[in-house]
């Protein structure tokens, strides 16, 4: 088999976007003034909207680049949203166009594009919309919106970042506050118009993360001493008027935002733990307060002051006067984290954070959802027969359940632990299945679910599992302390005795994934230090080690022949790209690498005759490759109650009409509904494209890879 591909392009291809919130959170987040609408932005780089009545949200564009901020103006009719490379870009929020992007001044001596000087920290819009302020590096720029000119620039702060920024409610100061670098932080009021510095307020070492005016414009609140403390200064006279405190020693005070009528001002700090605080301005007191995971992101409150908005992994709304009663705005939950293909190669089953198992007739582009559970589903495994499916819980009761994949029906379930089980594996006869535990594995019968033996002696939970084709040996992957630094050991069992042979130190960060190979003569192993290591299962013998990859690898799998072998590598947005990676064995040779989405992948699966590959993607996209041309066949999506998408890498789709109107195709840093490319519709080229058939010509879609076609 000759490989002619190396995917990760330079020009991105169309991308599928599932319905989800922002990957790796929200980093800032703002209302417009009649409440009905939030827009967030993320580390993944997009813009959302949310409608607060229903939760539902939609990506309005895709920055391409982390943004950190975002503002509404006065009116509601504008977005501002701090870009790459110190730009501010103006969307409208109905259609998602841009109207216009501000850019700084080029720096002097520099010929690159004006705009090429860093990344934009913080975004402020005046009260009348007329003005933008954006925090770049060290320096602030105000820009006219009308002309797009740059009408004032404050600073420079030497060697620090300007973390918030706050324009008083008739437009005319300005305020920063710096934290982070090596020079002077704090916090510094300037002239609007002019940039001219007014006041230095406090101490120049304070961290000052959190900046709000009141609405009559009287009072600065600010982050002050250690993070912690909010100091209230007179706006007047540039004196205290107050400090509040209250928030945990050693936590830092995140966003600040006060309530319509001024009496109330709201805080978010995070450190070792999450707070949310309402503070009485008039008695300097807290009134009430809220702490736990994930209510330490930006902040503001609805029209009314009575409802105070969170961002976090979604959006919170926090009603403190109604008993502190709290609701999320959760997107939904998508169905891919693990995956396996049926032994002829036609259906591929599926598996996620929904609890829904389903399976994919890759003939015809039709889903069938198997089976529902309560809480999600971390791993999942067909007996070599096909006639068993594992499904490993992911949350709540530690089981595994075993479903009849013809039927759905659940044959029995395995009790393994109190929570949680991440890992299982099948013997090569299917008459054993190893699952992960606390601290232990543990080999059951598969057709009684008695429970055969455990496996001891690991210092931290079981990443990973997996058993040898013949049944005789169990391998497992665990995190080891070493002194400052943590280590990855693969432990090798007898399963006949449960006896451990040896203790192989494998990677210098966790051990995450392991495979063997279908002769049983190799063991594949992965880890979080983006290394995948072959070892000698009969001696612990390194064999090799795969080169030419990065990220935390979390799944492998072996071609059927044991020629070659695929890992899904994963990562922190931004730090990508991440993808499939591919070697030929027994050399260690790489064949290339299948792009991946921005966080990497969860599992990764090889079809029983080698001819493709299965990734489901952290993004929540399952995606199916050809593993002879590396070319995408098609890209799945599916979400509870039962809405589903297929779609070909030339824009061409099938599915569920709440699903064509939800998923969106991400084109340069454009975000459009599937909904909205009726025109290609085509369930015939979809089914062509699972069974791995060339597709019929389309100038339709020709024109959509061009980026000609739009809604």
Known sequence: MVWTFVVLLAGAPPELVPPSSHLGGITSLALAPDGKLAATTGRDGDLRLWDLANGANRPVRAQAAESTTVAFDPGGRL??????????????????????????????????????????????VSA???????????????????????????????????????????????????????????LRMWDAATGRLVRQLGDERDYVDGLAFSPDGATLAASGPLGTVIVLWDTATWSERGRLEGHTRNQTVRSLAYSPDGARLASTAGGSRDEL????????KPVARLVEPGV??????????????????????????????????????????????SPDGTALITAGDDGAVRAW???????????????????????????????????????VRLVEPATGQVLRTIAVQERGVGSVAFSGDGTRLLASGDLVARLFDTAAGAKLLELPGHPSTVMAVALSPDGRLAATASLRRDGMFY????????TETGALLRTIDAHTDRAAALSFAPDGMLLASGGGD??????????????????????????????????????ASAGSP?????????????????????????????????????????????????????????DLRASLVAYEPGEWLVATADGRWHGSEPAAKAVTWRIGDSLYPCAGYAQLHDPDAVAKALRGEPLPASELAQRFLAGELRP
């Open 79 to 124: 977005v501002a949203c701090g870009g790459p490379n110190g730009t501010v870009r103006v969307w409208d929020p109905e259609t998602g166009s841009l109207l216009r992007t501000l850019e700084p001044p080029r720096p002097e001596g520099r010929t690159g594009p004006p705009g090429d000087i860093g990344a934009t920290h913080a975004v402020a």
């Open 128 to 186: 009348d919309g007329q003005r933008v302020a954006a925090a770049v590096g060290g320096q602030v720029f105000v820009w006219d919106r009308g002309s797009g000119q740059v009408v004032a620039t404050c600073g420079p702060h030497p060697q620090v970042r300007i973390q918030a920024l706050a324009f008083s409610p008739d437009g005319k100061r300005l305020a920063s506050g710096c934290g982070v670098g090596a020079g002077p932080s704090g």
């Open 277 to 284: 605080f309402l503070w009485d301005v008039a008695t300097l």
């Open 296 to 341: 330490a992101g930006p902040l503001a409150f609805l029209p009314g002051g009575l409802t105070v908005a969170v961002g976090s992994g979604s959006i919170l709304l926090w009603q403190p006067a109604d008993g502190g009663a709290v609701r999320r705005l959760d997107p939904p939950k998508l169905g891919s984290a693990a995956l396996a293909f």
């Open 361 to 399: 007739d890759l003939r015809a582009a039709v889903v069938r959802v198997l089976a529902r559970f309560p809480e999600r589903v971390a791993d999942l495994r067909l007996s070599p027969d096909g006639r068993v499916l594992a499904c490993a819980s992911g949350g709540g009761p530690g089981v």
């Open 487 to 494: 280590r990855g050991d693969v432990r090798l069992y007898e």
């Open 530 to 567: 983006g290394q995948v290591k072959l070892w000698g299962p009969a001696d612990g013998a390194l064999r090799g080690e795969l080169t030419g990859a990065h990220g935390s690898f979390l799944s492998l799998a072996f071609a059927p022949d044991g020629a070659w072998l695929a890992a």
């Open 574 to 630: 931004g730090q990508g790209p991440f993808g499939v990676h591919l070697w030929d064995l027994p050399g260690g040779k790489p064949r290339g690498v299948l792009p991946g989405p921005p966080a990497g992948s969860r599992a990764v699966a090889v079809s029983p005759d080698g001819k493709a590959i299965a990734a489901a993607g952290r993004d929540g996209v399952t995606r199916l490759w050809d593993a002879v041309t590396g």
